[in-house]
Nanobody, 124 residues
Framework: QVQLVDSGGGSVQAGDSLRLSCTAS????????VGWFRQAPGKERAFVAT???????IYADSVKGRFAISRDNAKNTVVLQMNSLKPEDTAGYSC??????????????????WGQGTQVTVSS
């Protein structure tokens, strides 16, 4: 079992950057795929990005070229670097992890562990 703590949210202006971190407990963190999802008020949870145990990265079309996901297994941490933020990026962001291979990491139901969430607010 793994516990996730996500952090790094805040309020910024459009065009600014933020760096979200997801830190996990457990010694087998390197074996987990870790993803980020977001949910804006009144909207469904949406996929943002995932990094697999092998380091393969997957992004939602809406964040490609602006966001970058990376992992540091020695620190049990996955980072979501968010650049060129837009007001439509405003949402609660949560990291999630799964130990199992998934054919599609974009579905939230494929993840077994979740962080508590961190708010990102981007104003124009």
């Amino acid at each position: 079992q793994v516990q996730l703590v996500d952090s790094g949210g805040g309020s910024v202006q459009a065009g600014d950057s933020l760096r979200l971190s997801c830190t996990a407990s457990g010694r087998t963190f390197s074996s987990y795929a870790v993803g980020w999802f977001r949910q804006a008020p009144g909207k469904e949870r949406a996929f943002v990005a995932t990094i697999t145990p092998s380091g393969r990265t997957i992004y939602a079309d809406s964040v490609k070229g602006r966001f970058a996901i990376s992992r540091d297994n020695a620190k049990n941490t996955v980072v979501l670097q968010m650049n060129s933020l837009k007001p439509e990026d405003t949402a609660g962001y949560s990291c999630a992890a799964t130990l199992y291979y998934r054919t599609n990491y974009e579905y939230s139901r494929g993840y077994d562990y979740w962080g508590q969430g961190t708010q990102v607010t981007v104003s124009s």
